[in-house]
């Protein structure tokens, strides 16, 4: 029985994914209404990049302490998981503080550097210019900032080379 809900969890997300990035089709409260309940479901049923774009849909557009303390909570759960965008994201938590959470630059560092070393070019660049200017605690370290810079340069110079080479296999 768990395969059979994980499938349908997984394909209840993408159409959450699609009604979410679709153009053409209107805006509608309604429909917005049914994509976030579909990413909720997905969310509540542990589905990790369901917790991670929810979560950070919660945590950031959320209108009440209460949705962006559950929001939180969910993109940690995803970045405890594995989910790469959602351990940069657990970063900036950490680092700015909410309700839940209160700022803690050690684990924003560690998170960063989690994030980082997976490929996350956002996340290396915050730890570069942090060794750089000494901040989240870290002291100004320049062989270290130079060691993240690289880092996110490599990671989007990847990037880069995986969109170009997606781009010629769709033609």
Known sequence: MTQASSLFTRLEYRLAEQLFHTRWLPRSPRTQRLTMHLFQRCAEAGHPVALSVYGHMLFHRGLTPQDKARGA?????????GD???????????EHGCALYPRRDDHAVTWYARAGEAGHPLAAQRLARAYREGQLGLPVDAE????????????LDLGEALDS????TRH
Do not use: F, N, P, S
């Open 73 to 81: 909570r969910y993109v940690l759960e995803a970045a405890q998981a």
């Open 84 to 94: 790469l965008r959602a351990q940069y994201q657990a970063g900036q938590i950490h």
């Open 144 to 155: 270290r900032a130079a060691h993240w810079q690289r880092r996110a340069d490599q990671a």
């Open 165 to 168: 080479g997606e781009a010629e």
